[in-house]
């Protein structure tokens, strides 16, 4: 089963984090640049849309994660696992040998001991093609085993392809 509950909240509450005491404090900002020469308005644009991108995001992540318990039900064995990363026949993480970094995927649904299922989600418009190719090259140096819920590791196999659900 998902602990989705941390996201939930985030999401049905977002004023945790809209309404903060630092985003209220990047709200009142009001400086001219002949005050400080070191001023940089766009800053404070960009960490506002990344906490709404996070928000979105966490939005969509909880909206799919409720749509695979529905069509993989643990009473009927499956287990739908989030955020797992990608790893060796040892158990270890596989990082990317291009880029040097790990992967993680955002679901995976694991019935009788295999990988069925490989879900990434996002917006309509974010491009996955770096993400995509990293997890390729990492699927190709051993990357094909995940941990599920009980700490078993788990071999994906060369049939499941991780697919992309596009949301608003």
């Given amino acids: 089963m ?22 209220r404090q990047v709200e009142n900002i ?3 640049h002949s005050e400080s020469e070191h001023y940089d308005r766009p800053i404070v644009t960009e960490v506002r849309e990344a906490i709404k991108n996070k928000i979105d995001g966490l939005a969509r992540e ?5 749509e695979l318990e529905k069509k993989y039900p643990e009473e009927e064995g499956f287990q739908v696992i989030s955020e797992t990363y990608l790893r060796d026949k040892d158990g270890n993480i596989v990082k990317d040998p291009e880029t040097g970094e790990a992967r993680r995927v955002d679901f995976m649904v694991v019935k009788d001991g295999k990988v069925i299922d490989s879900i990434e989600v996002t917006s309509k418009t974010a491009d996955k ?6 997890e ?4 190709e140096s051993g990357g094909n085993y995940i941990r599920d819920n009980d700490g078993n590791l788990v071999e994906i196999p060369s049939t499941v392809h991780t697919r992309i659900e596009r949301r608003d």
Avoid: G
């Fill in 129 to 134: 093609t770096e993400q995509s190719a990293k």
């Fill in 62 to 66: 909880a909206e799919v994660a409720n």
């Fill in 136 to 139: 390729e090259r990492i699927r």
């Fill in 2 to 23: 998902i602990d989705m509950h941390e996201k939930k909240d985030i999401v049905e509450n977002n004023n945790l984090l809209v309404e903060s005491p630092l985003a």
């Fill in 30 to 32: 009001n400086v001219s």
